[in-house]
Nanobody
Framework: HVQLEESGGGLVQAGGSLILSCAVFGGTFSRLAMGWFRQAPGKEREFVAA????????FYTDSVKGRFTISRDNVKNTVYLQMNSLKPEDTAVYYC???????????????WGQGTQVTVSS
């Protein structure tokens, strides 16, 4: 049974940085593709970034390219999302998710964390 636990959210001023972590328990982390999604109030959950099990394939949504970096540590069973130059529109609950083959499609992810709140003040 795969369990995901996010951490690292918080309140930050516009232009600031945060790093989110997602620890994975159970399963074989090194065989899992990982994704980050976010959901702002009143909006649907949307794709942010994804990384393949090897780290060789990485995808970002256009709005975070050049600002966010996804990475993984297959020894620590953890995936990270480094977020720089944060904007108020980045405010959302951020979720990590796991699947077998790296994808941007929300419905293809099998396991989800509980989410961590990121609030960016202007």
């Amino acid at each position: 049974h795969v369990q995901l636990e996010e951490s690292g959210g918080g309140l930050v001023q516009a232009g600031g940085s945060l790093i989110l972590s997602c620890a994975v328990f159970g399963g074989t982390f090194s065989r899992l593709a990982m994704g980050w999604f976010r959901q702002a109030p009143g909006k649907e959950r949307e794709f942010v970034a994804a990384i393949s099990w090897s780290g060789s394939s990485i995808f970002y949504t256009d709005s975070v390219k050049g600002r966010f970096t996804i990475s993984r540590d297959n020894v620590k069973n953890t995936v990270y999302l480094q977020m720089n130059s944060l904007k108020p529109e980045d405010t959302a609950v951020y979720y990590c998710a796991a699947t077998v083959i790296v994808t941007k499609q929300l419905n293809d992810y099998d396991h989800w964390g509980q989410g961590t709140q990121v609030t960016v003040s202007s």
